[in-house]
């Protein structure tokens, strides 16, 4: 079985770090997509192994793109 998980978000601190802890250990295709967090959102990702994308932020953000961008 092939499934992806994107994960967004910014500054979301203790949040992520209990979603990422949840993620079943099957599941290897997983990405946050990051939108200018300044509280070591990315950090944490890397720390858990998991692949990172960090939106270029001259660009509006919403939720859409953070996911089409996971994807």
């Not at 990405?31 to 990315?42: A, C, K, L, Q, W």
Request: glycine fraction near 10%.
């Amino acid at each position: 079985m092939n499934i992806g998980i994107v994960i967004i978000g910014r500054n979301e601190g203790n949040r992520l770090k209990i979603c990422f802890e949840s993620l079943p250990k099957a599941f290897r295709n997983i990405v946050y997509v990051d939108s200018g967090s300044t509280d070591g959102s990315i950090a944490l990702a890397t720390s858990k192994g998991i692949d990172f994308v960090s939106l270029d932020m001259r660009v509006p953000f919403t939720a859409a793109r953070a996911r089409n961008e996971g994807v």
